[in-house]
């Protein structure tokens, strides 16, 4: 079945399917009744939630910081229908993640910062972190989620112990490591538009002091989207997207090793750009949209293959360990895309006459791709292992890069012939000493501080052999930046009870310079120096109910000094990096889980963020499409002033609930489980404009599922997006009202079984 054709939903119908999700699915009233007499119940305590923020093992609540954790049933419910890593946006406060090129090439916010730049070199104040390696590259960042023990989401500045570039935070992935036990488990799913996803790992002790843990993913799916016309692609949204990873364990004596090598495959469809669909004056799809038809005269393709691997070795001594982490990643990707995402061309330099549409159309049909990335980190740690009061952890750290970017232009009028080209190289080194303190006062008092010092440098050069412009080629001069930076953190983490703990930090954050050279519509390459962060928080956890329930509620505030931005270029298809004087956030973050009872799970997740650009004279260019700009006018003509505009892509509120009812049935229990996310409303750009100010968004999902013979065993239905919501989250400014739209309904069945 196709997603409907007609995306204007009444609200009292959207009101009516969450109800039946959320109501009539759960009889809320008798879970509250059975409550009073199940709370003692040992099987409504929760579990200890252990996590390794500061490089230790932990209970989260004695982590002195704002951190949520997803693992279990929640990450295979909300990774059912076969989506990438943007599935986790909004599903724990203050967290948002967005993409211009599809499943691949995330972005993503924290707080509210992060960068809207989609130059494949662009840097992200978030850190990610995949089995203790860092993911610097965009496009690394999008390796699929299989497989995983848990996600952890540091909040707030990681200047100290987590590789480079996290003064927003850290978003930290933990693969299900190899174990001395014959294992594994085995899931095939099955949706609409044909959609396929499987998934398993097998686990096999080879020896005493060997271990083998191998796992995989496909996802696939047909074309959902139809081009009525004979040019361009005719068919789109489709994908193919592999991936796997083996891991081999050895232990022998005080000496452990942990190899690891990854790949992925993935060949699909850049993001549709649609021409016209937002209406002039608001943010309201047009009357008539069809999300399954697509007219369009270009070209649409992407295609992303990875590799890496990882050596994490450890020697256990005497009073200390110590730990050598050495990674290499490499990968190739291309994406190429109807930027105009329409037919034919209306401007003044086009061909009278032409057949377009929908709506007015510019002739832009480009394409961006890394023939060429290879990463490599290095870290040396060594870390006390007694149960003395003082603690410590000491390190190195080694980061280099290498990075092709290729820039294609395309002419959609003359048989989609390249009409453009530009190339950029990135050679980018850094390297860190760091180290930190933990130091008991005593059993209910603990305080911690961390220090790294940080140097970074990057080579940069630009050309243009091809210019789509027919006047030459250019060379532009070659950029070298260099930056050093000392980041710390000091916090506190004191036991009030055995149930209550509260805690408070101070951190600084650093993003290393930036650098741009998108020369195929432009002249210059664009440098934004270091930006700087400093985060004050503090906050409470407590167990509740008899620890059948746990509540953590933090409130912070920073300052980020040269915040990095990304302004756009008006009426030309062009970024530029600047540096605003600084920007400001505030808010409140709050996580809950509860066990109602024997039968009733729930979770919850609140945050507010309050941002703005503190910088009254800096000026960007807003739409060159003339859409209803609400900034005052800048110091030059066609550019307007943005100093206290909130942060682009930062909604401020973000909530996220799930509800779980399970019970026996013969020899097994049946399960319901319904979750949402939403976020608010926020800008689409460094400008405020009545068309670019995205909805506020609210998307549900549901799983109805049986569990037999222990566990073993799970036949489960799904669906995702179940109001089928459908709204513009993303734009293209510079010329028409084009818009990207978010993921419209999933449905499926899942079968799972475990050995």
Same mark, same amino acid.
């Given at each position: 079945m196709?997603?409907?054709r007609s995306?204007q939903?009444?609200?009292?119908?959207?009101l009516?399917l969450?109800?039946?999700?959320?109501?009539a699915a759960f009889p809320?009233?008798a879970a509250w009744?059975?409550a009073?007499?199940?709370?003692?119940?040992?099987?409504?305590?929760l579990?200890?939630?252990?996590v390794?923020a500061n490089?230790?093992?932990?209970?989260?609540?004695?982590?002195?910081?704002s951190?949520?954790?997803i693992?279990?049933?929640?990450?295979?419910?909300?990774?059912?229908s076969g989506?990438d890593i943007r599935?986790l946006s909004?599903r724990?406060?203050?967290?948002n993640i967005?993409?211009?090129?599809g499943?691949s090439?995330?972005?993503f916010?924290?707080?509210?910062?992060?960068?809207?730049?989609f130059?494949?070199n662009?840097?992200q104040p978030?850190g990610?972190?995949?089995?203790?390696?860092v993911?610097?590259s965009?496009?690394?960042?999008?390796?699929p989620v299989?497989?995983v023990?848990?996600v952890e989401?540091?909040r707030?500045p990681?200047g100290?112990?987590?590789g480079r570039n996290s003064?927003a935070?850290?978003i930290?992935?933990?693969?299900a490591?190899?174990?001395?036990?014959?294992?594994g488990?085995?899931?095939?799913?099955y949706?609409?538009?044909?959609?396929?996803n499987?998934?398993?790992?097998?686990?096999?002790?080879?020896?005493?002091?060997w271990?083998m843990?191998f796992?995989g993913?496909?996802q696939s799916?047909?074309?959902?989207?139809?081009?009525p016309?004979?040019?361009?692609t005719?068919?789109?949204?489709?994908y193919h997207?592999?991936a796997?990873?083996?891991?081999?364990?050895?232990k022998?004596g005080n000496?452990?090793?942990?190899?690891n090598?990854?790949g992925?495959?993935m060949?699909g469809?850049?993001t549709l750009f649609?021409?016209?669909i937002?209406?002039?004056?608001s943010?309201?799809?047009?009357?008539?949209f069809?999300?399954?038809?697509?007219p369009t005269?270009?070209?649409n393709?992407?295609t992303?293959t990875?590799?890496?691997a990882?050596a994490r070795?450890r020697?256990?001594?005497?009073g200390?360990?110590l730990y050598?982490?050495t990674?290499?990643?490499?990968a190739?990707f291309?994406s190429?895309?109807?930027v105009?995402g329409?037919?034919?061309?209306d401007?003044?330099?086009?061909p009278?006459?032409t057949p377009?549409?929908?709506?007015?159309l510019?002739n832009?049909?480009?394409?961006?791709g890394?023939?060429?990335?290879k990463?490599?980190t290095q870290e040396?740690?060594?870390?006390s292992?007694t149960?003395d009061a003082l603690?410590w952890?000491?390190?190195?750290?080694?980061?280099?890069?290498?990075v092709?970017?290729?820039?294609f232009?395309f002419?959609?009028l003359?048989h989609?012939?390249?009409h453009g080209?530009?190339v950029?190289h990135q050679?980018a080194?850094?390297w860190?000493a760091?180290?930190?303190?933990?130091y008991a006062?005593?059993?209910?008092?603990?305080?911690?501080?961390?220090l790294?010092?940080?140097?970074d440098k990057?080579?940069f050069?630009?050309?243009?052999?091809?210019?789509?412009?027919?006047?030459?080629s250019?060379?532009v001069p070659d950029?070298?930046?260099k930056s050093t930076?000392?980041?710390w953190?000091?916090?506190?983490n004191y036991?009030l009870?055995k149930?209550?703990?509260?805690?408070?930090?101070?951190?600084?954050g650093y993003r290393?310079?930036?650098?741009?050279g998108?020369?195929?519509f432009?002249?210059?390459?664009s440098v934004?120096d270091?930006?700087k962060?400093?985060?004050?928080?503090?906050g409470?956890?407590?167990d509740?109910l008899?620890?059948?329930?746990?509540?953590?509620?933090? #409130?912070?505030?920073?300052? %980020?000094k040269?915040?990095?931005?990304? &302004?756009?270029s /008006?009426s030309?298809?062009? @970024?530029?990096?600047?540096?605003?004087?600084?920007a400001?956030?505030?808010?409140v973050?709050?996580d809950?889980?509860?066990?109602?009872?024997?039968n009733?799970?729930?979770t919850?997740?609140v945050?507010?963020?309050d941002?703005?650009i503190k910088?009254d004279?800096?000026?960007?260019?807003?739409?060159?499409?003339g859409?209803?700009?609400?900034?005052?006018?800048?110091p030059?003509?066609?550019?307007?002033l943005?100093?206290?505009n909130?942060l682009?892509?930062a909604p401020?509120w973000v909530?996220?609930?799930t509800?779980?009812?399970s019970?026996?049935v013969?020899?097994?229990?049946?399960y319901v489980?319904?979750d949402?996310?939403y976020?608010?409303?926020y800008?689409?750009f460094?400008?405020?404009?009545?068309e670019?100010?995205a909805?506020a968004?609210?998307?549900?999902?549901?799983? #109805?599922?049986y569990k037999? %013979?222990?566990?073993?065993?799970?036949? &489960?239905?799904? /669906?995702r997006n179940i109001? @089928?919501?459908?709204?513009?989250?993303?734009?293209?400014?510079?010329?028409n009202?084009?818009g990207i739209?978010?993921e419209?309904?999933?449905y499926?069945?899942q079968f799972k079984?475990?050995?």
């Amino acid at each position: 079945m196709r997603p409907s054709r007609s995306y204007q939903f009444r609200q009292g119908t959207t009101l009516t399917l969450i109800a039946v999700a959320v109501a009539a699915a759960f009889p809320m009233q008798a879970a509250w009744a059975q409550a009073p007499d199940t709370a003692k119940n040992e099987t409504t305590q929760l579990e200890t939630v252990i996590v390794t923020a500061n490089r230790r093992a932990e209970n989260i609540k004695e982590v002195p910081m704002s951190i949520s954790a997803i693992k279990g049933e929640a990450l295979d419910a909300y990774n059912t229908s076969g989506q990438d890593i943007r599935f986790l946006s909004a599903r724990v406060p203050s967290l948002n993640i967005e993409s211009d090129f599809g499943r691949s090439f995330p972005r993503f916010y924290i707080r509210g910062l992060g960068n809207t730049d989609f130059d494949l070199n662009a840097s992200q104040p978030v850190g990610l972190v995949y089995d203790d390696v860092v993911q610097e590259s965009p496009i690394l960042k999008g390796f699929p989620v299989f497989d995983v023990d848990q996600v952890e989401v540091l909040r707030g500045p990681q200047g100290t112990l987590f590789g480079r570039n996290s003064p927003a935070g850290v978003i930290k992935f933990d693969s299900a490591k190899p174990t001395n036990r014959f294992e594994g488990y085995g899931n095939i799913g099955y949706g609409n538009d044909k959609a396929v996803n499987l998934e398993g790992a097998v686990n096999v002790p080879l020896n005493n002091d060997w271990a083998m843990r191998f796992s995989g993913q496909a996802q696939s799916r047909d074309d959902r989207v139809n081009n009525p016309r004979s040019t361009g692609t005719q068919t789109l949204e489709g994908y193919h997207d592999n991936a796997a990873r083996l891991q081999l364990a050895y232990k022998n004596g005080n000496f452990n090793a942990l190899l690891n090598a990854h790949g992925r495959d993935m060949a699909g469809n850049a993001t549709l750009f649609r021409a016209n669909i937002i209406q002039k004056g608001s943010n309201e799809l047009v009357p008539g949209f069809d999300y399954a038809s697509y007219p369009t005269d270009g070209i649409n393709k992407q295609t992303l293959t990875s590799s890496g691997a990882s050596a994490r070795l450890r020697w256990d001594l005497e009073g200390m360990t110590l730990y050598a982490i050495t990674a290499y990643d490499k990968a190739r990707f291309y994406s190429r895309a109807d930027v105009d995402g329409g037919y034919g061309c209306d401007a003044p330099w086009c061909p009278p006459g032409t057949p377009t549409g929908p709506g007015h159309l510019f002739n832009a049909e480009t394409a961006d791709g890394i023939p060429d990335l290879k990463q490599l980190t290095q870290e040396f740690r060594v870390q006390s292992n007694t149960k003395d009061a003082l603690q410590w952890i000491a390190g190195l750290y080694y980061f280099k890069e290498d990075v092709q970017i290729d820039s294609f232009k395309f002419d959609s009028l003359n048989h989609n012939n390249q009409h453009g080209y530009a190339v950029q190289h990135q050679y980018a080194k850094s390297w860190a000493a760091f180290g930190s303190l933990n130091y008991a006062v005593s059993d209910r008092l603990k305080l911690r501080g961390g220090l790294r010092y940080t140097s970074d440098k990057k080579d940069f050069d630009a050309a243009r052999p091809v210019n789509p412009f027919d006047n030459g080629s250019l060379a532009v001069p070659d950029v070298h930046v260099k930056s050093t930076n000392v980041s710390w953190d000091v916090s506190a983490n004191y036991i009030l009870d055995k149930s209550t703990s509260v805690f408070g930090r101070v951190a600084t954050g650093y993003r290393a310079p930036s650098v741009q050279g998108r020369i195929l519509f432009g002249d210059q390459t664009s440098v934004a120096d270091s930006e700087k962060t400093l985060s004050f928080e503090a906050g409470v956890k407590k167990d509740i109910l008899d620890n059948s329930a746990r509540i953590s509620a933090t #409130v912070f505030q920073y300052t %980020a000094k040269d915040l990095q931005l990304t &302004a756009g270029s /008006g009426s030309v298809n062009q @970024n530029k990096l600047v540096n605003a004087d600084k920007a400001t956030g505030r808010g409140v973050e709050l996580d809950l889980q509860a066990n109602l009872s024997r039968n009733w799970k729930t979770t919850v997740g609140v945050s507010y963020n309050d941002t703005e650009i503190k910088d009254d004279k800096l000026f960007v260019a807003p739409c060159g499409n003339g859409c209803s700009v609400t900034n005052p006018a800048g110091p030059v003509a066609g550019t307007v002033l943005i100093g206290g505009n909130p942060l682009p892509r930062a909604p401020k509120w973000v909530g996220n609930f799930t509800l779980k009812y399970s019970t026996p049935v013969a020899n097994g229990d049946l399960y319901v489980f319904t979750d949402w996310a939403y976020k608010d409303t926020y800008n689409m750009f460094l400008y405020e404009a009545k068309e670019y100010k995205a909805k506020a968004l609210l998307e549900g999902g549901l799983r #109805v599922g049986y569990k037999w %013979a222990d566990g073993k065993y799970e036949l &489960a239905a799904y /669906g995702r997006n179940i109001t @089928n919501r459908q709204q513009v989250i993303a734009a293209i400014d510079f010329d028409n009202l084009t818009g990207i739209l978010n993921e419209p309904r999933s449905y499926g069945v899942q079968f799972k079984a475990n050995f």
